[in-house]
């Protein structure tokens, strides 16, 4: 898919290597800076990405860590983007654009069809990779379980 999307900035390199995740750093700005996450165990969240594809942006002097973005997939048909979270020295640099643009074409080469992810406020970062409203919103339905729990305590948020 070709786009007017910059290609990484100089001095970040993107990796898929689950080891290079900085798992510290990526829950804590996950847990204590992400409304989407708040106060989510760390335990939960190391399950999360030991289940999930794993994207992280380096700096490539430092080695650090200033982007994240998870992927739950089958890696044939269906993808849905989560945990997307730029570090706030790293905003405004084109990291996160250039991050999406290559979950986006990762997964497409996988020959994935449809990525799904949920926003409450960067509708228009991800338009720039694609992203559209669904169709057919009226044919989606979700099923939601008590976070404090793994069993079958069901309740809507």
Not at 56 to 64: I, K, L, P, Q
Not at 109 to 134: C, M, N, Q, S, W
Request: overall charge negative.
């Amino acid at each position: 898919m070709s786009d007017d999307v910059p290609a990484l900035p100089e001095g970040y390199e993107i990796s898929v290597d689950p080891a290079r995740v900085d798992v510290e750093r990526v829950h804590r700005w996950l847990a204590t800076d992400a409304y989407w996450a708040l106060e989510r165990p760390r335990e939960r969240f190391e399950d999360a990405v030991a289940h999930s594809l794993n994207f992280g942006v380096y700096d490539t002097a430092s080695g650090d860590q200033v982007a994240y973005a998870r992927v739950v997939t089958d890696h044939a048909l269906f993808a849905w983007l989560c945990d997307v979270y730029v570090d706030r020295s790293a905003r405004g640099t084109g990291v996160g654009t250039a991050m999406v643009r290559e979950v986006r074409d990762h997964l497409g080469g996988l020959g994935v069809h449809r990525i799904l992810l949920a926003t409450k406020d960067a509708h228009g970062v991800y338009e720039k990779i694609g992203f559209r409203p669904l169709e057919k919103p009226d044919q989606w339905m979700a099923l939601y379980f008590a976070r404090s729990t793994r069993g079958p305590s069901i309740t809507p948020e």
